[in-house]
């Protein structure tokens, strides 16, 4: 675990994300604001598969199918993909992108962990743009994280910016986290906490906070929209797919025997565990 005044080095976490997979049904138009908006960079593009990234890193894949439903936000499924920055000023240049942009956000909050930007790409997908506050300021007394939503001083963000210009993703960034929109947490803890093996990091009344590491958390699961929510429909826009990256294959076979143990269906291909939550969500685990 990262102590003192440290950033969180997400390479030494036992479970990280990898790359986020949306179904879309215009294809051209989310691509196109996830590399305007968020300055990622086509990685490979297969059809109807578009997927982009940063630096030769899939970040996100992109299934296009115009005969989807649209996306319902009462479903389980994508409550936002949080991409990562390396630095505040990171942070702050895209934030000034955006602004220039006349880009809608939908929030801004600082939460003891990092700061966070919010917006939608154009079918509805949650997005959170942040980064992380040094790991020192994240705990209590008690040496327990701690997790609020407070206002965003913007204009002291802004400062931070270093007088450079945006200019595309940084090549260190990654998706930091995934939140989901789940029918109930207790169900959910017992697949991400019980099965995966994340620790439950913080909770706010109707969320818990999956982390691994000491992370304040690589995945999230509330019921804020989606209370009581069955399955998602196979034929809905949204979110179809999280990969998270294994640092040990022995963590990869204890979640495999845990998952057959619990009766939970897997397939796996070439090393990779792929099991669905309770809400049909893919989680494909790759060492």
């Known amino acids: 675990?990262?102590?003192?005044?440290?950033?969180?080095?997400?390479?030494?976490?036992?479970?990280?994300?990898?790359?986020?997979?949306?179904?879309v049904r215009d294809l051209d138009a989310v691509s196109t604001f996830y590399r305007t908006m968020l300055g990622?960079?086509?990685?490979?593009?297969?059809?109807?598969?578009?997927?982009?990234?940063?630096?030769?890193?899939?970040?996100?894949?992109?299934?296009?199918?115009?005969?989807?439903?649209?996306?319902?936000?009462?479903?389980?499924?994508?409550?936002?993909?949080?991409f990562l920055m390396p630095t505040r000023s990171d942070l702050a240049r895209w934030f000034a992108h955006v602004a220039a942009a006349r880009v809608p956000l939908q929030g801004a909050s600082d939460h003891i962990v990092s700061e966070a930007l919010y917006l939608a790409d154009p079918e509805g997908n949650g997005i959170e743009v942040?980064?992380?506050?040094?790991v020192d300021r994240w705990h209590d007394a008690k040496g327990e994280i701690r997790m609020s939503t407070d206002p965003l001083d913007l204009q002291d963000l802004l400062q931070s910016a270093e007088g450079t210009a945006w200019s595309g993703f940084p090549e260190?960034?990654?998706?930091?986290?995934?939140?989901?929109?789940?029918?109930d947490t207790v169900e959910a803890d017992r697949f991400y906490r019980d099965i995966l093996g994340l620790d439950i990091a913080a909770r706010y009344p109707g969320a818990s906070f999956y982390g691994s590491?000491?992370?304040?958390?690589?995945?999230?699961?509330?019921?804020?929209?989606?209370?009581?929510?069955?399955?998602?429909?196979?034929?809905?826009?949204?979110l179809d797919g999280v990969e998270v990256i294994v640092r040990d294959a022995a963590d990869l076979a204890a979640i495999?025997?845990?998952?057959?143990?619990?009766?939970?269906?897997?397939?796996?291909?070439?090393?990779?565990?792929?099991?669905?939550?309770?809400?049909?969500?893919?989680?494909?685990?790759?060492?």
């Open 130 to 134: 942040y980064a992380d506050w040094p």
């Open 213 to 238: 590491g000491g992370y304040h958390h690589q995945l999230a699961g509330n019921v804020w929209n989606s209370r009581h929510a069955g399955k998602r429909p196979k034929r809905m826009a949204g």
């Open 1 to 23: 675990m990262t102590t003192s005044t440290e950033y969180f080095d997400m390479t030494t976490a036992p479970l990280r994300i990898g790359a986020v997979r949306l179904k």
């Open 40 to 82: 990622l960079r086509p990685i490979e593009s297969h059809g109807h598969r578009i997927t982009l990234g940063t630096g030769g890193t899939p970040l996100l894949e992109l299934v296009g199918d115009p005969d989807l439903a649209p996306l319902d936000p009462r479903q389980a499924g994508l409550f936002h993909t949080a």
């Open 256 to 287: 495999a025997a845990r998952a057959d143990s619990a009766g939970i269906k897997s397939t796996t291909n070439t090393g990779d565990l792929t099991l669905h939550d309770p809400w049909g969500t893919a989680i494909t685990l790759k060492n």
């Open 172 to 183: 260190e960034g990654s998706v930091g986290h995934v939140h989901l929109q789940v029918g």
